[in-house]
C-alpha cells in the first residue's frame, strides 16, 4: 500500500519494480538496435565492396590471383582503357601485390611477436618497479604513434642507410634492367611494420599477463621453479587468448597499412626472388593496401576503380579470415577453461 509523505504519494515496492524491468528492457533493445545497425553497417559495406570489384574478378577468373606480365603495365593499360564499356581492359594478374602484402606481414607479425611476448615478460615480472611504470605508458604511446610518423623514419634514415651498406653497386647495376633498387623495399618494409605493430602485442600481452593470479605464481615459486620457468610455463599459457588476440590485431593492422608501406616498400610490384640471396630483401614491393592509396586518383576511371575495389575486397576478405583464424586457434584452449 503507498503511503503520503507531505502530500507526496511514493510509489510501492511493486510499481518501483515494475518499473526498472520496463528500464532494462528498453535498454536491451537500444543495444540490440545499435549492435543490428552495426552488422548492418558492416554488411553493407562488404556487398558495396565486392559488387564494384566483381566486374574485376568476372573479367579475369581466377588468373586474377595468378602471375603473368608486369603488375605495373597492366594497371597502366587498365587506367588508360578506352571510354565505350565494351573495350574496357580489365587484364591484370595480381600475385606480385598479394606476395607482397603476404610477406611483409607475416615476417612483421612473426618478429613482432617474439619481441612483444619478451618485452611483455620483462615489463610485468622483470622490471624494476619504475622501470615498469615508465614503460607502460610509453609502450601505449608507440602503439598510438600515426603510421606517416613511422613513414618518415623509414624514408629519412633506415632507407638511405640500407641503401648505401647493405646494397652493392654492383647488384643495383644487374638488376636494373630489371627492378629499381634504391634502399627501399622488403626489408624497410618489414622493420618499420614490425615497429608499428609491437607496441600493439606488447599493450595487451602484459594486461593480460598482469591478470594472471599471483596465487599461481607464489605456488610454482614456492614448489622451487624460477621466475623465468614460472612465467613461461604459467604466465604465458594462461595468457595465451590474449596472446592470438594481440597477433590477429597486429596482422590486421599490418594488412591494411597503407601509407608507411607507401612510403618505403618500394613501389614496384615485384616478386622478390629467393635465388638472389640476402639481396632479395632489398627488393621492392608493392602490397595491395598501398597499391589503392598510391593509384587512388584512378578512382574515376570505372574499370580501374573496380579494379582497386577488387583489391580492397581481397584484404576484407583476409580480415575476415584472421578472425576466424584466431577463434579456431582458441577453440581448443576451451578443456582447460580458457576462452
Same mark, same amino acid.
Given at each position: =500500500? ?8 511514493? /510509489?510501492s515496492?511493486?510499481a @518501483? ?9 528498453r535498454?536491451?533493445?537500444? +543495444?540490440?538496435?545499435? @549492435?543490428?545497425?552495426? +552488422?548492418a ?5 562488404v556487398?558495396?565492396?565486392f559488387a564494384? @570489384?566483381?566486374?574485376s ?8 590471383f595468378g ?17 565505350e564499356?565494351?573495350?574496357?581492359v580489365?587484364?591484370?594478374r ?11 606481414t607475416v615476417l612483421a607479425?612473426?618478429?613482432? #611477436?617474439?619481441?612483444?611476448v619478451l618485452? $611483455? ?7 624494476p ?7 607502460t605508458?610509453?609502450?601505449?604511446l608507440?602503439?598510438a604513434v /600515426?603510421s ?9 634514415? #633506415? ?8 646494397? $652493392? ?7 636494373k634492367p ?14 618499420? #611494420?614490425t615497429?608499428?605493430?609491437?607496441p600493439?602485442m ?5 594486461d593480460?599477463?598482469r591478470?594472471v /593470479? ?5 605456488g ?10 614460472? =612465467?613461461?610455463t604459467?604466465?604465458?599459457?594462461t ?7 594481440a597477433?590477429?590485431l597486429?596482422?590486421?593492422r599490418?594488412l591494411?597499412?597503407a ?16 635465388l638472389d640471396?640476402l639481396?632479395?630483401?632489398t627488393?621492392p614491393?608493392q /602490397?595491395?593496401?598501398?597499391?589503392i592509396?598510391?593509384? $587512388? ?5 570505372e574499370?580501374f576503380g ?7 575486397a ?8 584472421? $578472425?576466424?583464424?584466431?577463434?579456431? @586457434?582458441?577453440r581448443p =584452449? ?5 576462452r
Open positions: =500500500m503507498a503511503t503520503v509523505v507531505a502530500g507526496t504519494r511514493r /510509489p515496492r511493486g @518501483a519494480l515494475r518499473q526498472s524491468v520496463r528500464a532494462s528492457e535498454t536491451e533493445l537500444v +543495444l540490440g538496435g545499435v @549492435a543490428v545497425l552495426l +552488422l553497417f558492416i554488411a553493407g559495406m556487398v558495396f565492396v564494384k @570489384a566483381w566486374p574478378f568476372q573479367a579475369n577468373g581466377l588468373s586474377w602471375m603473368g606480365g608486369e603488375i605495373n603495365t597492366q594497371l597502366r593499360n587498365i587506367l588508360q582503357s578506352p571510354a564499356k565494351a573495350d574496357y580489365y587484364e591484370i595480381a600475385f606480385p601485390l598479394i606476395m607482397g602484402t603476404v610477406i611483409s607479425a612473426g618478429f613482432g #611477436l617474439v619481441f612483444a618485452c $611483455s615478460l620483462f615489463i610485468v615480472e622483470f622490471a618497479p619504475r622501470l615498469s611504470a615508465l614503460m605508458p610509453v609502450v601505449r608507440l602503439a /600515426p606517416v610518423v613511422y613513414g618518415l623514419i623509414g624514408i629519412l634514415l #633506415l632507407t638511405p642507410w640500407i641503401g648505401r651498406n647493405l646494397v $652493392s653497386q654492383q647488384f643495383k647495376l644487374d638488376v630489371i627492378v629499381p633498387i634504391s634502399g627501399e623495399g622488403l626489408f624497410a618494409a618489414v622493420v618499420i #611494420l615497429l608499428m605493430i609491437t600493439i606488447i599493450a595487451i600481452i602484459s593480460a599477463l591478470a /593470479p599471483r596465487t599461481w605464481m607464489e610454482s615459486t614456492a614448489l622451487g621453479v624460477n621466475r623465468w620457468r614460472t =612465467m613461461w604459467i604466465g604465458v599459457r595468457a595465451r587468448p590474449a596472446i592470438i588476440a597477433l590477429v597486429a596482422l590486421a599490418a591494411g597499412e601509407i608507411m608501406l607507401a612510403m618505403v616498400a618500394g613501389n614496384f610490384g615485384f616478386t622478390p626472388n629467393p640471396g639481396n632479395a630483401l627488393e614491393i /602490397p595491395l593496401a598501398a597499391s592509396v598510391l593509384n $587512388s586518383e584512378g578512382l574515376t576511371v574499370p573496380q579494379t582497386l575495389y577488387a583489391f580492397a581481397v584484404l576484407l576478405v583476409s580480415a575476415g579470415l584472421l $578472425s576466424y583464424a584466431g577463434y579456431a @586457434a582458441k =584452449m576451451r578443456k582447460y577453461g580458457i
